[in-house]
């Protein structure tokens, strides 16, 4: 048995940075490639050994749910047809991923969302979350490689990237001890300026929650425009125990803003089986390069 079967994927918020793109489609629905951004985030889960999602979604959001549901109608059309390759990547789809849906009444924040969950997930040592906003790229699954974490030290693990001091202040940072790139986490600040950052280790989308983080967020009051952070139920979780960060190996590519979806379609396009080619001819018939940035970085809704 894996040591964490659940993933917790809050996707509850209302998409205003891809407005007006997003006025009736979830913004985790918008397309890269062949496949909406959410069902990245459920393969990551599913390749880093994860069976179980459980989605925070918010009110008139169903659509999500739906991406994973077996349509009859589609199926009986494909089959059909004959089509019987883009039939079998459907039924793919819905064999990801074991789905619990829970609705979060109103976007107040992060941790709120994932307290959303907590009922759904009582009785197990740890589950993972991810943030759907972010793709992940590289050798490794990253929830795989901070579940290999959890696995040696068994408490709560961030995952880590540094960035500039320009971009620090969009997210929490991690203060730290170690040599990495598993580090101690002795303290996390939301959003700080970049001149009271504890370091230039910023905390990304991926983590390992522990009943301690849970019970963090129990203790957490609301902050700001009535948001509840994921970060300072971590960060109250210290008094429970030892979290660790770590730097993770690949890059994520943003898809929360419609510039950032936009530079990760330039990323990622140009080698895709069925696209890319599609892609390249396109940008050389009208002179353009397909080469990309890494990605852009943002604040969440």
């Known amino acids: 048995m894996a040591s964490i079967e659940t993933v917790i994927i809050p996707a509850g918020g209302l998409g205003t940075r891809c407005l007006p793109a997003t006025k009736a489609i979830p913004k985790e629905l918008l397309p890269v490639g062949d496949r909406p951004a959410l069902q990245f985030g459920v393969e990551e889960a599913r390749a880093s050994g994860i069976r179980r999602t459980v989605l925070v979604t918010g009110p008139g959001k169903q659509a999500l749910a739906w991406h994973f549901t077996a349509d009859p109608r589609v199926e009986e059309a494909l089959t059909a047809r004959g089509e019987t390759v883009l039939l079998e990547q459907l039924r793919a789809i819905n064999r990801l991923t074991e789905l619990q849906v829970v609705v979060q009444p109103e976007p107040r924040g992060l941790g709120d969302a994932v307290r959303c969950a907590a009922s759904l997930v009582a009785g197990e040592a740890a589950v993972a979350g991810l943030l759907p906003d972010d793709l992940f790229v590289g050798a490794t699954p990253l929830l795989r490689q901070l579940i290999d974490a959890y696995e040696r030290h068994r408490c709560?693990?961030?995952?880590?990237?540094?960035?500039?001091?320009?971009?620090?202040g969009r997210y929490g940072v991690a203060a730290v001890r170690g040599a990495g790139p598993i580090y101690q986490v002795t303290d996390l600040v939301e959003k700080p300026a970049p001149q009271d950052a504890p370091s230039d280790l910023?905390?990304?989308?991926?983590?390992?929650?522990?009943?301690?983080?849970?019970?963090?967020?129990e203790r957490t009051p609301p902050g700001a425009l009535g948001e509840v952070q994921l970060t300072d139920g971590i960060r109250a979780a210290l008094d429970d125990g030892p979290v660790v960060g770590v730097e993770y190996s690949g890059r994520l590519l943003d898809v929360g803003t419609l510039e950032g979806w936009v530079r990760t379609l330039v990323e990622l396009l140009p080698d895709h089986p069925r696209l890319g080619p599609v892609w390249?001819?396109?940008?050389?018939?009208?002179?353009?390069?397909?080469?990309?940035?890494d990605r852009s970085n943002r604040d969440r809704d």
């Open 156 to 168: 709560p693990v961030v995952a880590l990237r540094r960035c500039p001091a320009s971009e620090i």
């Open 202 to 217: 910023a905390v990304m989308g991926r983590y390992v929650l522990t009943p301690a983080v849970f019970a963090g967020l």
């Open 280 to 293: 390249r001819a396109a940008l050389s018939a009208t002179g353009q390069s397909g080469a990309g940035d």
